[in-house]
T-cell receptor, first 118, second 115 residues
């Protein structure tokens, strides 16, 4: 079964420091990958997604992620953290269908809560 | 404004008392889904619907019902709620029959407590 693992349920960084949130997937074929962000008391918002093509994907709010097939990873980064980045971040995967294309499932990781210290 | 609206935002109820959480989208989306979010478990899919009158079970459907009589509405029904259904619930929708290519649009969530 395909799955998503997020290493570190809590990550704390200083304002201005690099943000690195880790995500590894388990899949026999390259899946489609997403990062979502959840601010307090809000729903999830799409940050970025990888489908095909360029493996470095840029998203909103200065975040980016790189799809590395050899490492089965899709880590989320931001060069300089801002206080407003404090939120919970979810990595998610849509498995590829056997015939090509994508299934309609979206499988979430367990989330990483990012704290930004002044 | 394009959005997914859930009601209520907060609900405290007693074991066994039937309840419905409503979900409505104004984007003419075909696909709608319900998730529950629990600490340490992430989001797990309860039910989804590919179109009107087409629904199917997700990963954790036990104790829940859904219906899709109109394209815009996808209510979640708990016929006899139990304390293990205390959770944060999210409704999501998508223009296409799945998360590609636009991802899902999520509602703001319903925090349910069953005592």
């Amino acid at each position: 079964a395909q799955s998503v693992t997020q290493l570190g349920s809590h990550v704390s960084v200083s304002e201005g420091a690099l943000v690195l949130l880790r995500c590894n997937y388990s899949s026999s074929v390259p899946p489609y990958l997403f990062w979502y962000v959840q601010y307090p008391n809000q729903g999830l918002q799409l940050l970025l997604k990888y489908t095909t093509g360029a493996t470095l994907v840029k998203g909103i709010n200065g975040f980016e992620a790189e799809f590395k097939k050899s490492e089965t990873s899709f880590h989320l980064t931001k060069p300089s953290a801002h206080m407003s980045d404090a939120a919970e971040y979810f990595c998610a995967v849509t498995p590829s269908a056997p015939y090509g294309g994508a299934t309609n499932k979206l499988i979430f990781g367990t989330g990483t809560l990012l704290a930004v210290q002044p | 404004e394009a959005q997914v609206t859930q009601n209520p935002r907060y609900l405290i109820t007693v074991t066994g008392k039937k309840l419905t959480v409503t979900c409505s989208q104004n984007m003419n989306h075909e696909y709608m889904s319900w998730y529950r979010q629990d600490p340490g478990l992430g989001l797990r899919q309860i039910y989804y619907s590919m179109n009107v009158e087409v629904t199917d079970k997700g990963d954790v459907p036990e104790g829940y019902k859904v219906s899709r009589k109109e394209k815009r509405n996808f209510p979640l029904i708990l016929e006899s709620p139990s304390p293990n259904q205390t959770s944060l619930y999210f409704c999501a929708s998508s223009l296409t029959k799945g998360p590609l290519p636009y991802g899902y649009t999520f509602g703001s969530g319903t925090r349910l407590t069953v005592v």
